[in-house]
């Protein structure tokens, strides 16, 4: 037994020889984290403007959720600059809210707003599984989703165009858009893919470790920003925002799909927001 426990030491002497401490390798696997999320789930822009981005790998976005929270954080911030620069010009609260949810639609190409929309209009029009995954695939929106489509925006503009000034604004952007988008690395932990193809299911299940990881780096984001009690509140409800849709979505689809994950981040989003405005 102590020649074992020798063995164990001098193994891993040996192995912490192979893998020193390498902060530039580190900054490097963050990066791409950080890329592979933006290139996949806030892409449109860049395909836009004629930019090609590499086509999903199987568990890729899984291996990148670290980059959840970062990219939703610079969506959130880009949105804020938005607002402060209408704000600056004189524009009403409600005219500059508009313009920074439009920019986060335009940014993240409306993928989870039209989410949102075709869960509710494949929970709200009901039927078997079968049909309700079929459903969801279906181009024109009915009027279930239209209508959810057209009532979570206006929370969302409303709860922006409600708050004191543009620090305000900027501080709960970043904090519902890092929670919000750290949301959907705890679902895909959590739910397995409805289907045996799609979205959902190309990117696979990520690890414990980097999904503990995305929550953790929203909550620090959240308790800076808001202070601790409005960053539990926020949170608290952020994440009853999202549990609602994964909960529907394992009873009634049998787990997520790309469009489940679009409802999820935009529950979050609306609960944090709903409750940085009743805290004010």
């Known amino acids: 037994m102590v020649k074992r426990a020798k063995r164990r030491r001098h193994g891993g002497a040996e192995d912490a020889h192979k893998a020193p401490f390498n902060p530039a390798e580190i900054l490097k696997d963050w990066w791409d984290a950080v890329v592979v999320t933006a290139a996949t789930l806030a892409g449109a822009p860049l395909r836009l403007c004629g930019i090609k981005t590499d086509k999903l790998k199987r568990d890729q976005l899984a291996a990148?959720?670290?980059?959840?929270?970062v990219v939703g954080l610079a969506l959130g911030l880009i949105a804020a600059l938005v607002y402060s620069l209408a704000d600056g010009l004189g524009l009403p609260p409600l005219i500059a809210s508009l313009l920074a949810v439009a920019t986060l639609a335009f940014l993240g190409g409306a993928g989870f707003e039209g989410g949102l929309a075709r869960v509710a209009?494949?929970?709200?029009?009901?039927?078997?599984?079968?049909?309700?995954?079929?459903?969801?695939?279906?181009?024109?929106?009915?009027?279930?989703?239209t209508m959810v489509l057209v009532i979570c925006l206006g929370l969302r503009v409303g709860a922006l165009a409600s708050m004191e000034n543009a620090g305000a604004v900027t501080a709960a952007l970043a904090a519902a858009l890092s929670a919000s988008w750290a949301a959907l690395a705890v679902v895909l932990y959590l739910l397995p893919p409805a289907r045996r193809s799609g979205f959902a299911h190309a990117a696979g299940r990520p690890a414990l470790?980097?999904?503990?990881?995305?929550?953790?780096?929203?909550?620090?984001?959240?308790?800076?920003?808001?202070?601790?009690?409005?960053?539990?509140?926020?949170?608290?409800?952020?994440?009853?925002?999202?549990?609602?849709?994964?909960?529907?979505?394992?009873?009634?689809?049998?787990?997520?799909?790309?469009?489940?994950?679009g409802a999820v981040q935009q529950g979050a989003e609306i609960g944090v927001l709903l409750a940085i405005v009743a805290l004010a």
Request: aromatic residues 8%; charged residues 15%.
């Open 64 to 69: 990148s959720v670290r980059g959840f929270p």
């Open 121 to 145: 209009d494949a929970l709200i029009t009901g039927g078997s599984k079968t049909q309700q995954l079929a459903r969801l695939k279906e181009e024109p929106l009915g009027a279930y989703g």
């Open 209 to 261: 470790d980097q999904t503990v990881l995305a929550a953790l780096l929203a909550a620090a984001l959240a308790l800076l920003v808001l202070g601790p009690v409005a960053a539990v509140v926020a949170l608290a409800i952020g994440g009853l925002g999202a549990f609602k849709f994964a909960w529907f979505a394992k009873r009634n689809f049998g787990g997520t799909t790309g469009d489940v994950l």
